[in-house]
């Protein structure tokens, strides 16, 4: 089974402070996502890899910058959270090859920002 | 730009009921399609997907979906629900363009089954 393992389930956060969200996954995918869950958006593409030190920008990247330099890890920093970063915060990853494209997510992390 | 629609996105159906849960994309080319569902306190998981072949697709725990090219849909289905299908359901599409390819989600359907 893909696992898909996130540091912390919750975070508490005060306004200004440097926050580092850790992904591991255990199948050698190229693939790796983070997005951020909010009632009613369903799920917003912040950033992806596709290969160790590459990464894109997904849709909504502002305030947010990522880190891929093995490639199991992907993390995902908040340079100065602000209260509007509070959300769930979720990890997914995928492989390239088979065509499926098929995701699988981490457990999430909730992050509150104060 | 491509975009996903979720018809609803609050549900509650009694138990046995039927449910059907509507989703629309907008991409004119190739694409993958899923319900991904999220219980209660757990892991975003695949529902089911669809990539070629028989549009009527059978997922986990007697869910399935049809795709119709020409609605640009992918509706899933259960004949008769029960309580522990209460949970948030996901569709997403994932469009195949030349040097990659993109996933968007819809914003979600919350499903509850009353007992």
């Known amino acids: 089974d893909v696992k898909v393992t996130q540091s912390s389930r919750y975070l508490v956060k005060r306004t200004g402070e440097k926050v580092f969200l850790e992904c591991v996954q255990d199948?050698?995918?190229?693939?790796m996502f983070w997005y951020r869950q909010d009632p009613g958006l369903g799920l917003r593409l912040i950033y992806f890899?596709?290969?160790?030190?590459?990464?894109e920008k997904g849709d909504i990247p502002e305030g947010y910058s990522v880190s891929r330099e093995k490639k199991e890890r992907f993390s995902l920093i908040l340079e100065s959270a602000s209260t509007n970063q509070t959300s769930m915060y979720l990890c997914?990853?995928?492989?390239?090859?088979?065509?499926?494209?098929?995701?699988?997510f981490g457990p999430g992390t909730r992050l509150t920002v104060t | 730009a491509q975009s996903v629609s979720q018809h609803n996105h609050h549900v509650i159906l009694s138990e046995a009921a039927s449910l059907e849960l509507g989703c629309n994309y907008s991409?004119?080319?190739?694409?993958?399609l899923f319900w991904y569902v999220q219980y209660p306190g757990q892991h975003l998981q695949l529902l089911l997907k669809?990539?070629?072949?028989?549009?009527l697709v059978k997922g986990i725990k007697g869910f399935e979906a049809e795709f119709i090219k020409s609605k640009f849909s992918f509706n899933l289905r259960k004949p008769s629900v029960q309580w522990s299908d209460t949970a948030e359901y996901f569709c997403?599409?994932?469009?195949?363009?030349?040097?990659?390819?993109?996933?968007?989600f819809g914003a979600g359907t919350r499903l509850f089954v009353k007992a």
């Open positions: 997403a599409v994932n469009a195949r363009r030349t040097g990659g390819f993109k996933t968007i």
């Open positions: 997914a990853s995928s492989p390239t090859s088979g065509g499926s494209y098929e995701q699988y």
């Open positions: 669809y990539f070629s072949g028989d549009p």
């Open positions: 991409y004119g080319g190739t694409v993958n």
């Open positions: 199948m050698d995918h190229e693939n």
């Open positions: 890899s596709y290969d160790v030190k590459m990464k």
